[in-house]
């Protein structure tokens, strides 16, 4: 069976165990306890010297970080719908995993850190590029319902945990319509599941 390594909280974590539940794939998942430095050991270190997670393992194949995972789910068992063939399609979707990796990350990701972990970041620059990050999904998300495309892809599943769990950093997404309502609607897909701290539109 596909084996995940997790860690509850982790957005990353997260995205990987929504697409795979989007999908419908059944996994086994292996709890990775970050707090404790459980990705230091050496098993995990075989699998990722990065030592990060999270790490995923479909029959042997080995495949780390969260955007590569996606790719792989997405083009091995997606078929076109979550990530396109088509240069353009895919440029697309490429572009919103490099968001997700940025301004996402270092702005909304760390900010939720610093106050759950205590991660030694710095709050304002952090605060600076998350209120980038989600004046640019804003402005995508208002004039199409979807990051890349016409259609939910990788492209959504990649930014959409860190948005959701921004309230946690100390983000308010009042002043984000159209990321509110994009949010309302991921939450529709057969097979979605959410995680500790995310806020689901839906429940007000």
Same mark, same amino acid.
């Given at each position: 069976?596909?084996?995940?390594?997790?860690?509850?909280?982790?957005?990353?974590?997260?995205?990987?165990?929504?697409?795979?539940?989007?999908?419908?794939?059944?996994?086994?998942?292996?709890?990775?306890?970050?707090?404790?430095?459980?990705?230091?050991?050496?098993?995990?270190?075989?699998?990722?010297?990065?030592?990060?997670?999270?790490?995923?393992?479909?029959?042997?194949?080995?495949?780390?970080?969260?955007?590569?995972?996606?790719?792989?789910?997405?083009?091995?068992?997606?078929? *076109?719908?979550?990530?396109?063939?088509?240069?353009?399609?895919?440029?697309?979707?490429?572009?919103?995993?490099?968001?997700?990796?940025? *301004?996402?990350?270092?702005?909304?990701?760390?900010?939720?850190?610093?106050?759950?972990?205590?991660? +030694?970041?710095?709050?304002? *620059?952090?605060?600076?590029?998350? *209120?980038?990050?989600?004046?640019?999904?804003?402005?995508?998300?208002?004039?199409?319902?979807?990051?890349?495309?016409?259609?939910?892809?990788?492209?959504?599943?990649?930014?959409?945990?860190?948005?959701?769990?921004?309230?946690?950093?100390?983000?308010?997404?009042?002043?984000?319509?159209?990321?509110?309502?994009?949010?309302?609607?991921?939450?529709?897909? +057969?097979?979605?599941?959410?995680?500790?701290?995310?806020?689901?539109?839906?429940?007000?």
């Amino acid at each position: 069976m596909m084996k995940l390594y997790n860690f509850e909280i982790s957005g990353n974590c997260y995205k990987i165990r929504l697409l795979l539940s989007l999908l419908g794939i059944e996994h086994e998942l292996v709890p990775v306890d970050l707090r404790q430095g459980e990705n230091f050991e050496p098993a995990l270190l075989k699998l990722n010297p990065r030592a990060q997670i999270p790490v995923l393992d479909d029959d042997g194949t080995i495949i780390w970080d969260s955007s590569a995972i996606l790719t792989y789910l997405a083009r091995q068992y997606g078929g *076109e719908r979550w990530l396109p063939t088509d240069p353009l399609g895919m440029a697309e979707v490429v572009q919103w995993l490099a968001v997700s990796e940025n *301004e996402i990350l270092y702005g909304l990701a760390r900010a939720r850190a610093i106050k759950l972990m205590n991660k +030694p970041w710095n709050p304002e *620059e952090c605060r600076k590029l998350g *209120e980038q990050a989600l004046e640019v999904v804003e402005q995508q998300l208002a004039k199409s319902s979807w990051l890349a495309g016409h259609t939910i892809t990788i492209a959504d599943i990649a930014c959409y945990p860190y948005i959701g769990l921004s309230g946690d950093g100390g983000f308010s997404l009042d002043p984000y319509p159209a990321i509110r309502q994009w949010m309302a609607r991921i939450e529709t897909q +057969p097979g979605y599941i959410t995680m500790p701290g995310l806020m689901r539109v839906g429940e007000g």
